[in-house]
């Protein structure tokens, strides 16, 4: 019982740690598996490979189906807390790269293919599994969750301004007779969908002004664009370096799996479960 218990705990450090040669080991093999099985999903959605392939990416599918379902059952015997690691963000992620191809099986009529293919495409969810082995993930997701008061409040001026200049452009320019076609800033609507395209510089050239007032405002929000568009851009930055200074380390909670802790804490900073 007692060697069954080591060799459990054993197992848990190379599926949860990437301190260890072995699990980094672990992750570089697993990391490589996502991205292939990733690839294969996408593959499969091209027609012309699909004909001739179909059989050979069906194949490969059901592989790593297999080695993934392995992967979220280990985790799930070898986790201090299995039910709260199913809970958490990983353990659904875990779940959600397997569960699409099983489902698929309880729907083999012709009526349900629509169905079928929907729950496919969940299989890409595999590439949020990336996230556990890239290093730095941690801090970058820290930093976004950090900072989201500002990035709220950053949003919430962005918004007001696009608004009111999708407002002020269709009382400037309205709408138009173009070969029998209404066109043009039609509705508000219209109006705030064209200043959210002016104002991240995308120009997509659907909707255009064609009154000097309305250029002036084009002009003047685009260069509003240019101003605003380094701003989450710092915030963030700001707040990865602050998190970065931690130097957290990879060891990873036995029961949630998330990874980043610094060097002395105790307990897991997502779900509070000790990390002895």
Same mark, same amino acid.
């Given at each position: ?86 809970r958490s963000f990983f353990g659904?992620?875990? +779940?959600?790269?397997? =569960?699409? $191809?099983?489902?698929? %099986? ?5 009526? @349900?293919?629509?169905?079928?293919? *929907? ?93 000097? +007032?309305?250029?002036? =405002?084009? $002009?003047?929000?685009? %260069? ?5 568009? @380094?701003?989450?851009?710092?915030? *963030? ?24 802790h610094l060097p002395d804490a ?11």
């Amino acid at each position: 019982m007692a060697e069954w218990s080591k060799n459990r705990e054993r197992l848990r450090e190379i599926i949860f740690e990437a301190e260890t040669p072995e699990g980094r080991r672990f992750d570089v093999i697993l990391f490589c598996c996502i991205g292939l099985s990733v690839l294969a999903v996408m593959l499969e959605s091209v027609k012309s490979i699909n004909q001739r392939w179909g059989d050979v990416l069906h194949a490969v599918e059901w592989g790593f189906t297999a080695i993934f379902t392995l992967e979220y059952v280990v985790r799930l015997w070898t986790s201090h807390k299995p039910l709260r690691y199913a809970r958490s963000f990983f353990g659904v992620v875990d +779940l959600l790269s397997v =569960l699409p $191809s099983f489902i698929g %099986l309880f729907f083999p009529g012709g009526h @349900a293919l629509m169905v079928v293919r *929907v729950l496919r495409l969940l299989r890409v969810f595999r590439v949020l599994k990336m996230a556990r082995h890239i290093a730095g993930a941690d801090v970058l997701m820290g930093a976004l969750y950090s900072s989201r008061a500002k990035i709220t409040v950053f949003f919430t001026a962005v918004l007001t301004i696009t608004l009111i200049a999708g407002t002020m452009m269709y009382m400037i320019e309205g709408s138009h007779v173009v070969d029998g076609e209404i066109k043009g800033y039609t509705s508000i609507p219209v109006g705030v969908y064209w200043a959210i395209v002016t104002v991240t510089t995308l120009g997509f050239g659907d909707i255009t002004p064609i009154t000097p +007032l309305g250029q002036i =405002l084009t $002009s003047l929000l685009v %260069l509003t664009g240019y101003a605003i568009l @380094a701003v989450p851009t710092g915030i *963030v930055t700001a707040e990865m370096i602050g998190a970065s200074a931690g130097n957290p380390t990879s060891e990873a909670c036995p029961s949630c799996g998330v990874h980043g802790h610094l060097p002395d804490a105790s307990y897991c900073r997502r779900c509070g479960s000790s990390l002895d």
